[in-house]
């Protein structure tokens, strides 16, 4: 099968994220798949990583100057209005078409996806939340299906096999991810450390993303700074996850994290918002907890519910594991999508 994946975004992220790790799988599985994307940009590096046939989307391309190889199916992920007249052209083609929605779409991406959508064969959503907003703005549900998030567990499979040691391990390591500059959320999370350490010291925090002096002169200010590492971005975050015990998200926005994934399928207890999207993912005491958004002392209680219960953070952790491959492994995904592939074209013919 011959499969086209339009990446309409250059910068690192869950669309990203997603139409390389399965076309990396689907290509194992002998389907010929381009990605196509900026040749200036993280999609290009990646997909070369993972020698994928890739398509310039240069200039003329975006000027809907551009031929496409054959191909049975097209995926699109994420949206740029900028780019219109490609995408007029892309959609003219009778070439079936999926959409891939890994985050909440913006109201020009709604709006474009209504005046385009006879020409949709699907759009998946990788939450119910995401389904909900689109046919909540009045977009046919019969055309929306929920796909749960991917993940190459193979990456992140070496954490889950240290954390029983990673348990008796003092002190505990609390971390944070962030992948863009967002001084209010850290600044949420220092103050939830400031308060944890108030009632044990035996713990640690990591905070993983873009450095800001900021975040540092804080903690100094606050006297936490030798329990706060500060580590900038990592590239071994598998290693990372692997001696964290905790993984805590702060973020107000509906944005769904890469980093919670991994964590999940890093076999560490998540801790999130009560925001959507985010709590799509977990089942509160079973998959992970979720604390009230913005609410510092249920943030606050939660983690030291988990500490002073190290059999219940355990259980939590295992059952992340098991719940990420159950439900985000690569392997399993692309074969689903295979199956859609084949719906498709039967209904296509």
Same mark, same amino acid.
């Given at each position: #099968?011959? +499969? *086209?994946?339009?990446?309409?975004?250059?910068?690192?992220?869950?669309?990203? /994220?997603?139409?390389? @790790?399965?076309?990396? /799988?689907?290509?194992?599985?002998?389907?010929?798949?381009?990605?196509?994307?900026?040749?200036? @940009?993280?999609?290009?590096?990646?997909?070369?990583?993972?020698?994928?046939?890739?398509?310039?989307?240069?200039?003329?391309?975006?000027?809907?100057?551009?031929?496409?190889?054959?191909?049975?199916?097209?995926? #699109?992920?994420?949206?740029?209005?900028?780019?219109?007249?490609? $995408?007029?052209?892309?959609?003219? $083609?009778?070439? %079936?078409?999926?959409?891939?929605?890994?985050?909440?779409?913006?109201?020009?991406?709604?709006?474009? +996806?209504?005046?385009?959508?006879?020409?949709?064969?699907?759009?998946? &959503?990788?939450?119910?939340?995401?389904?909900?907003?689109?046919?909540?703005?009045?977009?046919?549900?019969?055309? *929306?299906?929920?796909?749960? =998030?991917?993940?190459?567990?193979?990456?992140?499979?070496?954490?889950?096999?240290?954390? %029983?040691?990673?348990? $008796?391990?003092?002190? /505990?390591?609390?971390?944070?991810?962030?992948?863009?500059?967002?001084?209010?959320?850290?600044?949420?999370?220092?103050?939830?450390?400031?308060?944890? !350490?108030?009632?044990?010291?035996?713990?640690?925090?990591?905070?993983?993303?873009?450095?800001?002096?900021?975040?540092?002169?804080?903690?100094?200010?606050?006297?936490?700074?030798?329990?706060?590492?500060? !580590?900038?971005?990592?590239?071994?975050? =598998?290693?990372? #996850?692997?001696?964290?015990? *905790?993984?805590?998200?702060?973020?107000?926005?509906?944005?769904? %994290?890469? @980093?919670?994934?991994?964590?999940?399928?890093?076999?560490?207890?998540?801790?999130?918002?009560?925001?959507?999207?985010?709590?799509? !993912?977990?089942?509160?005491?079973?998959?992970?907890?979720? &604390?009230?958004?913005?609410?510092?002392?249920?943030?606050?209680?939660?983690?030291?519910?988990?500490?002073?219960? =190290?059999?219940?953070?355990?259980?939590?952790?295992?059952?992340?594991?098991?719940?990420?491959?159950?439900?985000?492994?690569?392997?399993?995904?692309?074969?689903?999508?295979?199956?859609?592939?084949?719906?498709?074209?039967?209904? /296509?013919?």
């Amino acid at each position: #099968m011959n +499969i *086209i994946k339009i990446l309409n975004i250059s910068s690192n992220s869950s669309e990203v /994220y997603s139409a390389v @790790s399965s076309a990396a /799988y689907l290509s194992k599985r002998g389907h010929n798949v381009y990605i196509a994307g900026e040749k200036k @940009s993280y999609v290009r590096e990646t997909a070369a990583k993972n020698k994928l046939n890739f398509i310039d989307l240069n200039i003329y391309s975006k000027l809907g100057f551009f031929k496409f190889p054959d191909c049975d199916i097209i995926e #699109m992920y994420g949206y740029d209005k900028l780019n219109s007249f490609f $995408l007029n052209k892309v959609f003219s $083609l009778k070439t %079936p078409k999926i959409l891939r929605l890994t985050s909440f779409p913006s109201q020009d991406f709604i709006e474009f +996806i209504k005046k385009k959508i006879d020409s949709i064969s699907l759009i998946t &959503a990788s939450v119910q939340s995401i389904k909900d907003e689109l046919v909540f703005s009045e977009i046919n549900p019969e055309k *929306i299906t929920v796909l749960n =998030p991917i993940l190459v567990m193979t990456r992140w499979e070496s954490a889950k096999q240290i954390k %029983p040691a990673t348990f $008796l391990q003092r002190p /505990y390591r609390i971390a944070t991810v962030y992948r863009k500059k967002d001084f209010e959320t850290i600044k949420f999370f220092l103050t939830v450390a400031r308060e944890v !350490l108030k009632s044990n010291q035996n713990i640690n925090f990591l905070i993983v993303g873009p450095k800001d002096d900021k975040i540092r002169d804080l903690a100094r200010e606050w006297q936490i700074s030798h329990k706060v590492d500060i !580590l900038g971005w990592r590239e071994d975050m =598998p290693e990372v #996850m692997a001696m964290t015990h *905790i993984y805590v998200k702060c973020d107000f926005s509906p944005k769904i %994290p890469r @980093s919670l994934i991994e964590a999940m399928g890093s076999s560490v207890v998540c801790l999130v918002s009560h925001v959507k999207g985010i709590s799509d !993912l977990v089942i509160s005491d079973y998959n992970g907890v979720i &604390a009230n958004t913005r609410d510092v002392g249920s943030y606050v209680k939660n983690i030291l519910s988990l500490i002073n219960e =190290p059999f219940k953070m355990q259980t939590i952790s295992n059952t992340a594991y098991n719940y990420a491959k159950a439900n985000f492994d690569a392997e399993i995904s692309v074969k689903v999508d295979e199956l859609i592939y084949e719906n498709i074209l039967m209904e /296509y013919k």
